[in-house]
């Protein structure tokens, strides 16, 4: 059977599995799938918290950053799992206490307003559809490869797809479908991880290989991967980081935005109690973490195979030749992901760091240029290519990295369009708009939501696991800190809220479109996007620590220059604090 | 129940209490040991390279973990010992 049959028949089996569980599990209303609480146990909702939340990013995206950048990208780990302790302790069990569906509800009551939640609509709109974009940018690479088209195609494939998905699953988004997923994608993901582990270090959990010996060579596996890409002119895999402000500031806002995201907040209402709020945190981040620490070692071994294959007698003789290039470079390079060039036009593929310092030692050796561009987006769904692994374990990560980007980017244009039917429509202009008008505002939201995403999907400011980064930056700079004074503080009041959020908002918003262009729209950038010109060498993607932390002060400094707020909004909160009394989690 | 009961201020109290202790762990852990501390711990030697690589890509998650099992366990207690558990 070909490589492509083999593709189409996982990716169809796993697509078959959910569309089965969704019909299946469908009796309900759309009322069940919001109380589906009443009957979901908390190890069942953390796992479909960790389809919905592991996305094209974690899943296709994450390792190949890593593999890039070694320890320096050790951020994008702790920052997608430390969120977690923030929303378990800080928002989750209170948000249940308080029992409504949406997070811009919470902020429109709490902070007695209308306007604070527009502006919540605003915030989760601009930092849901920023993430889409990465998921789009992720689901176009694992369809263009999968069906063996060029990039673009695969995002218009892609596109119509999620449409599908959303406005048929979405609207039912069934826990259950969720839980399939979860099982779909941490197999997949695991399985070659495995077999790459045993290969490289004898040993079967990639998190320990990682930190084991190279079987081949008898170093450290880490020693190893340092010195074969250090004879290439690359930075050390382990080397520590200069810019730590940075490297805090962008871990932090990562934790601070994954509190902050609607669509995973959203999830804590389904559980029976508030109790069973805190446990399903706990459960939803057992279950990250196994792609989590899995992860770190997917992007150190890929990174020494893709080496070794260039190099196959090490990194000091000479490359192979294109005419040899292995299969899997073939593949790739038909959906431009993978380009070669011969500069020196000898025949043989030179990867190396173009870089300064090693200008004399690639001069010495006749290299005119690093003559292999690797997509770094491929790596995962290439790793098991690379490994020279059996052909369903390639059809398995490919139904994998569907099944993340496809489960998380329903979720999020589900949190997109309830927000606009619910929040703004029934909320503010139609109080009296009928459910099938809802719907179809929800509909029509979801498909302008979708085809602005494809077109930025298609020149993404970054690649997936970058964009997503500022999807984070964006929740963490508005939603979560008025969330957090919304249960913490008595004293913040409408007014405060309301600033709060405009300011961290567009503080955080102008600081990543001077460096990324307007609205992300290509060459439109005021500064180049470089380190040199990042103020006090703060990315783009690490300001929403600081629009958060603006987003605090202004808060408390408008509140304490205006009234308290009434005396019932104080009880409300004093209410959120004490489990007793939940109840069940009532329809809007 | 009263809101400004002293029995409800207390637990809040405890609350606040062990969220701080969490939370310091929980900087320590990835913001220390992993970002800030890693220069420090470099003499510490771990399959290759040092402890703070670890913990930036390992020790920390695992650490996130137990926190949030041992914030659940240790709340869902509290909730009992000020009788404001849900029945």
């Not at chain 1, 218009?156 to 797809?161: H, S």
């Not at chain 1, 190893?224 to 890409?229: A, C, F, H, P, Q």
């Not at chain 1, 489960?407 to 999020?412: Q, V």
């Not at chain 1, 009296?432 to 505002?441: C, D, F, Q, T, V």
Request: glycine share 10%; hydrophobic share 50%.
């Amino acid at each position: 059977m070909s490589q492509f049959a083999i593709n189409v028949l996982f990716v169809g089996a796993s697509f078959a599995i959910y569309i089965g569980i969704a019909i299946w599990a469908k009796a309900g209303t759309t009322k069940d799938f919001y109380v589906a609480g009443g009957g979901v146990h908390p190890v069942t909702n953390g796992m479909a918290i960790g389809a919905d939340w592991m996305s094209a990013a974690s899943f296709i995206s994450m390792a190949g950053l890593i593999a890039a950048g070694g320890y320096a990208n050790s951020t994008f780990l702790m920052g997608w799992t430390g969120g977690y302790v923030l929303l378990a302790m800080l928002l989750a069990p209170y948000l249940r206490k308080f029992g409504k569906f949406t997070v811009p509800e919470f902020i429109g009551d709490r902070f007695y307003s209308k306007n604070a939640r527009f502006v919540a609509v605003a915030c989760l709109i601009v930092a849901s559809v920023t993430y889409v974009i990465g998921q789009m940018a992720g689901a176009g690479v694992a369809f263009s490869r999968f069906l063996e088209v060029d990039s673009t195609t695969g995002l218009i494939i892609a596109a119509v797809v999620v449409f599908c998905y959303a406005v048929m699953g979405g609207m039912k988004g069934i826990t259950y479908t969720q839980v399939a997923q979860y099982i779909v994608l941490i197999i997949a993901y695991t399985i070659p991880a495995v077999f790459i582990s045993l290969q490289l270090t004898d040993t079967a959990i990639p998190a320990m290989g990682l930190f084991s010996t190279h079987t081949e060579s008898g170093l450290p596996l880490l020693s190893k991967l340092d010195e074969v890409i250090t004879a290439l002119g690359f930075q050390d895999y382990t080397a520590d980081v200069d810019n730590k402000l940075n490297m805090v500031l962008f871990t932090l806002t990562l934790m601070i935005g994954t509190a902050g995201l609607p669509h995973v907040i959203i999830r804590f209402f389904t559980v029976p109690k508030v109790a069973d709020a805190r446990w399903s945190a706990g459960w939803a981040l057992v279950f990250i973490a196994l792609l989590y620490l899995t992860a770190p070692a997917v992007a150190s071994m890929a990174r020494l195979n893709l080496v070794n294959t260039i190099y196959p007698d090490g990194p000091t003789s000479q490359p192979i030749e294109y005419s040899e290039r292995p299969d899997w470079v073939k593949n790739w390079e038909v959906t431009g992901l993978i380009k070669y060039e011969d500069k020196n036009e000898d025949g043989r593929i030179q990867l190396y760091n173009d870089s300064e310092s090693f200008a004399p030692t690639a001069q010495a050796r006749g290299w005119k240029g690093n003559e292999l561009d690797v997509n770094r987006d491929i790596l995962v769904l290439a790793n098991p290519e690379i490994a020279n692994l059996p052909g369903w374990v390639i059809g398995l990560i490919a139904a994998g990295g569907l099944a993340a980007a496809l489960s998380t980017a329903a979720g999020l244009l589900l949190a997109i369009s309830s927000s606009v039917s619910h929040d703004l429509i029934k909320g503010a202009i139609n109080p009296n708009i009928s459910e099938k008008g809802e719907l179809r505002a929800a509909r029509i939201t979801m498909s302008v939501a979708i085809v602005v995403a494809t077109y930025l999907g298609a020149n993404p400011p970054g690649f997936a696991a970058q964009v997503v980064a500022l999807a984070f930056g964006i929740a963490a700079a508005s939603l979560f800190p008025a969330l957090m004074m919304g249960i913490f503080s008595k004293r913040v009041n409408n007014k405060g809220a309301v600033a709060g959020m405009a300011a961290g908002l567009i503080s955080t918003l102008v600081y990543i479109f001077v460096f990324l262009g307007w609205f992300f729209i290509p060459d439109t950038n005021n500064l180049a996007n470089t380190p040199d010109n990042w103020f006090l060498g703060i990315s783009p993607l690490s300001f929403g620590a600081i629009g958060a932390m603006i987003n605090f002060a202004v808060a408390f400094g408008v509140s304490a220059a205006t009234e308290e707020p009434p005396i019932e909004i104080q009880e409300l909160v004093e209410s959120v604090r004490y489990p007793r009394g939940a109840g069940q989690a009532t329809d809007h | 129940m009263s809101d400004k009961s002293q029995n409800a201020i207390d637990y809040w109290k405890a609350n606040l209490r062990l969220i701080s202790g969490c939370l310091v762990v929980w900087a320590f852990v990835s913001y220390g040991c992993a970002i800030l501390f890693r220069p420090m711990l470099a003499g510490i030697h771990i399959g290759g390279t040092d402890l703070g690589f670890w913990f930036a890509q390992q020790g920390s998650i695992l650490a996130f973990i137990g926190l949030v099992f041992f914030y659940a366990w240790r709340m869902n207690q509290l909730d009992k010992k000020f009788g404001l558990d849900e029945e």
